[in-house]
Structures are given as C-alpha cells and as structure tokens.
C-alpha cells in the first residue's frame, strides 16, 4: 500500500514539474530592441514667419526598433511619441511636447506646427531658441521603452497663441464661486491683472462646491473661458456661436488662491496662496 501512494505522489510531482515547464515556455519574454534612428529633413537654423504658416518646416523619420520576443519579432503595434523641448531641460520641461504618432515611421509639419509646439513650450517669441526633439518608442501600455539620438535645431519663433486671447484686452472672473455669483456684468473688483497681452491673473477666496469662468467683454456671455480641473488645465473656451466650455471647480479645500490663465500655453494655473 505504501508502495503504491509513494507511487502516486512521485506521479502526481512529475505531471506538476512538466505542467510547469509548458507553462513557462508558453511565456512571451522581451530579448531586446535597437534604438530608433531620428533624422530630420533639415537642421538648419529656422525663422519662422507667419506668412507662410502652411508651408513645411520640417520632415522627421526615424528607423524601426524592431523588437524582439523569444517567440520572434513583436507582432504588437509599435508607438511612438515625437518628444520637443528646450536643450538643457533633458526633456523633463513640465512643458514638453509629446505628439503621439502610430505605427508612422515619418511626419511632415508645417511652419505653424513648429510653432505651436514652441508657444505651448512658452519660450519668448522673435527670438532664436536651442529646441531638441527625439522618438520615444514603446509597445502596448507603454512597455519597453527605447529612445532615438537627439536632434537639435535652432528655431526662432513668432508670436502665436493656444486659446484666442481676449479681443477687448480685459478678462473677467464670473460664478458661484464668486461674490458676484453667475453675471455677465462682473464688478471692477473681479476684473484680472493683465500681465501681457497672452497672460492674466487674479487673486480670489474660494470655497469648495462651486465653480467659475472668464469673460472678456462685459454685459456679454461670449468670449467666454473655463475648464475641467480645478487644480489647473487646458483652457476651454467660447468666442461666440459655438459650445460654452466646462465651468472651473472651485478646490477642494477653501482659501485664497491665485488664477494664471495664459493663452499662449493654453493653460491655466489655479495655486494656493
């Protein structure tokens, strides 16, 4: 009787031992890839001039990664996130432009691409800028990431802007979560700084559950400007004739908070002071 439970259990490990190494066979493990290669149509220095926004600028392309599996090459769609930043931030400017461009192993962009990416950097425009741009490459879910050389190019921009900046010059705070409530005739005391003609800011008390947004001409619901996070974000905005933007949530926890709204970034900032 013994003999044969011994019997049993050496069986039973033998089957788990082979079971097991099926399994791991069946795994699909990363054995390695090669750097994309990035190569730009021209390095030249680049003035870019409004007048011709539609022509092209640039043309970047760059090599396959080719990643490899123990089962062959990756058969996954391959991405990859055009990076551009100023030289010496080491792209981790919390500014930097990503462009995601999938499967593509080239894109075109014109004058008015370039810059875009550059006032959405925020460098001073009409002035030459030290701007560096690589491939990031990865697989699903952003896995296995491999990044190209670095190509760097001198690029001096014009004036442009994200978001329509406000046509008579002045921008207003309006909303719940405002002493003024919802109006479109907002007092002097709710009327922004106006750093520059891309950038405003104001002072305000906030009490979380309420929300606000900006207007540029008094006595009129558009222009109109809000957002979605109360923390800061993407500028949504309203010239007239088309959606109002999302309302901006007031913080989560009260107190005196400065509002930047710049709409050369097409961003806006909301920091406790």
């Not at 082979?18 to 069946?26: G, I, M, Q």
């Not at 870019?48 to 990756?74: E, H, I, M, R």
């Not at 990859?80 to 990503?98: C, M, R, S, V, W």
């Given at each position: 009787?013994?003999?044969?439970?011994?019997?049993?259990?050496?069986?039973?490990?033998?089957?788990?031992?082979?079971?097991?190494?099926?399994?791991?066979?069946?795994?699909?493990?990363?054995?390695?890839?090669?750097?994309?290669?990035?190569?730009?149509?021209?390095?030249?220095?680049?003035?870019?001039?409004?007048?011709?926004?539609?022509?092209?600028?640039?043309?970047f392309?760059?090599?396959?990664?080719?990643?490899?599996?123990?089962?062959?090459?990756?058969?996954?769609?391959?991405?990859?996130?055009?990076?551009?930043?100023?030289?010496?931030?080491?792209?981790?400017?919390?500014?930097?432009?990503?462009?995601?461009?999938?499967?593509?192993?080239?894109?075109?962009?014109?004058?008015?691409?370039?810059?875009?990416?550059?006032?959405?950097?925020?460098?001073?425009?009409?002035?030459?800028?030290?701007?560096?741009?690589?491939?990031?490459?990865?697989?699903?879910?952003?896995?296995?990431?491999?990044?190209?050389?670095?190509?760097?190019?001198?690029?001096?921009?014009?004036?442009?802007?994200?978001?329509?900046?406000?046509?008579?010059?002045?921008?207003?705070?309006?909303?719940?979560?405002?002493?003024?409530?919802?109006?479109?005739?907002?007092?002097?005391?709710?009327?922004?700084?106006?750093?520059?003609?891309?950038?405003?800011?104001?002072?305000?008390?906030?009490t979380?559950?309420?929300?606000?947004?900006?207007?540029?001409?008094?006595?009129?619901?558009?222009?109109?400007?809000?957002?979605?996070?109360a923390?800061?974000?993407?500028?949504?905005?309203?010239?007239?004739?088309?959606?109002?933007?999302?309302a901006i949530?007031?913080?989560?926890?009260?107190g005196?908070?400065?509002?930047?709204?710049?709409?050369?970034?097409?961003?806006?900032?909301?920091?406790?002071?």
């Amino acid at each position: 009787m013994k003999n044969i439970v011994k019997q049993i259990f050496l069986l039973s490990l033998l089957v788990a031992v082979f079971a097991s190494c099926k399994k791991d066979e069946n795994k699909n493990y990363f054995e390695g890839g090669t750097a994309p290669v990035l190569k730009a149509s021209s390095t030249a220095a680049m003035v870019l001039d409004s007048t011709k926004k539609n022509n092209t600028a640039v043309v970047f392309t760059w090599t396959n990664p080719n990643y490899q599996f123990n089962t062959g090459n990756s058969s996954q769609d391959v991405i990859y996130i055009l990076q551009i930043d100023t030289t010496g931030a080491n792209f981790k400017n919390p500014n930097i432009q990503e462009v995601a461009i999938p499967k593509e192993l080239s894109v075109t962009y014109t004058i008015k691409d370039i810059n875009t990416f550059l006032s959405k950097l925020d460098v001073l425009e009409n002035i030459p800028h030290n701007i560096e741009f690589r491939i990031k490459s990865t697989i699903a879910g952003n896995a296995v990431p491999l990044y190209s050389n670095v190509v760097k190019i001198v690029i001096t921009p014009y004036l442009d802007v994200a978001v329509p900046i406000p046509p008579t010059g002045d921008l207003y705070i309006t909303g719940d979560g405002t002493p003024s409530s919802w109006t479109n005739n907002p007092p002097a005391s709710q009327k922004c700084i106006k750093v520059s003609k891309v950038e405003y800011n104001i002072t305000m008390s906030f009490t979380p559950g309420f929300y606000y947004k900006f207007l540029s001409t008094l006595n009129n619901w558009q222009p109109q400007y809000g957002g979605k996070v109360a923390t800061g974000g993407d500028i949504g905005f309203n010239m007239g004739g088309g959606s109002d933007p999302d309302a901006i949530p007031t913080p989560s926890i009260a107190g005196s908070y400065k509002v930047t709204v710049n709409f050369k970034t097409g961003k806006y900032t909301v920091v406790k002071q």
